[in-house]
């Protein structure tokens, strides 16, 4: 099983970026899928899931009203649409196939100016 996730970089407060996660090696379509992230000294986090038949069934409180998570079955992808970025969003995201024991190697999100 692979987890490839993308998208990452370094962003203005206030700017924006859009996370991929593309899955091999797993029946991607069942499962809902998670974003997580992780700062510096904290315990990782979870940011959001999307349910296989694209329903948004989680969305933390410190996002809502600017993270976006969407997927598209037919590419096994899932995404994570970051607006109005903070610093405090800074940290690795990964995602995460809820209920499976697998992760990606995460991708590093800076928010700084």
């Known amino acids: 099983v692979q987890l490839v996730e993308s998208g990452g970089g370094l962003v203005q407060p206030g700017g924006s970026l859009r996370l991929s996660c593309a899955a091999s090696g797993i029946i991607f379509s069942p499962y809902t899928m998670g974003w997580f992230r992780q700062a510096p000294g904290k315990q990782r986090e979870l940011v959001a899931t999307?349910?296989?038949?694209?329903?948004?069934?989680y969305i933390s409180d410190s996002v809502k009203g600017r993270f976006t998570i969407s997927r598209d079955n037919a590419k096994n992808t899932v995404y994570l649409q970051m607006n109005s970025l903070k610093p405090e969003d800074t940290a690795i995201y990964y995602c995460k196939p809820m209920g499976s024991p697998y992760w990606g190697q995460g991708t590093q999100v800076t928010v700084s100016s």
């Open positions: 999307i349910t296989s038949a694209y329903t948004t069934n």
